[in-house]
């Protein structure tokens, strides 16, 4: 695996998030179509997150730093997304609560692996999912925070969260194990 920080994927995973601070700072401009310029910007995050893994392999580009960036740009974003959401008053203090905590355990959980193995634990297809269903659940809340949908999004976000949650754990444990028998 390439050690390479500066290649095209991982500038792809920057730019997902200087496309979020855009999101942000549009989200809050108080502008008339400010909720569609930001599922614009969104939009656009989410292709850079799709573009980087593709690139990543057809370049034979992936590298540590990737590993780390890609995952670390979704956190990142999502959470300034959620904390957005929720001052905006679009998405209700508990779910962000959740999907922070969800995030902030993975987070720590892979710094306590890469410290003690020196193992980057990669990001599973339920984490993916996961991520994909609460992006759903998003451009719900931004698009029509009021429609009876975003509930429904949001009741599959949270069972995601709880499946990728639990996939998460069950690879940490394993991998602790492991390192503490040999």
């Known amino acids: 695996m390439k050690r390479d920080l500066w290649t095209i ?22 502008r008339p179509d400010a909720r569609w310029w930001g599922v614009f910007w969104l ?7 799709k573009l980087d893994g593709d690139l990543a392999r057809w370049l034979h580009a992936e590298s540590e730093w990737g590993r780390i960036l890609d995952p670390l740009a979704d956190k990142v974003s999502l959470a300034a997304i959620a904390v957005a959401l929720l001052v ?6 508990w779910f962000v609560a959740v999907l922070l905590l969800r995030d902030l355990l993975i987070l720590f959980g892979g710094i306590l692996i890469k410290r003690k193995t020196g193992e980057i634990v990669p ?11 609460i992006a759903i659940t998003m451009f719900t809340a931004i698009i029509d ?6 509930s429904v999004c ?8 709880a499946l990728s949650t639990a996939s998460y754990v069950k690879r940490f444990v394993e991998i ?3 390192t503490t028998i040999v």
Do not use: E, Q
Not at 145 to 150: D, I, M, V
């Open 9 to 30: 994927p991982n500038a792809l995973s920057v730019l997902r998030v200087l496309l979020v601070l855009v999101f942000l700072v549009t989200i809050f401009s108080g």
């Open 43 to 49: 939009v656009l995050a989410a292709l850079t997150d």
């Open 88 to 93: 905006k008053g679009w998405l209700p203090l």
């Open 123 to 133: 990001s599973n297809t339920a984490g993916k999912w996961a991520v994909v269903v």
């Open 145 to 150: 925070s009021t429609t009876p949908f975003l």
């Open 154 to 161: 949001m009741g599959l976000s949270l069972l995601m969260v």
């Open 176 to 178: 602790m194990h492991v």
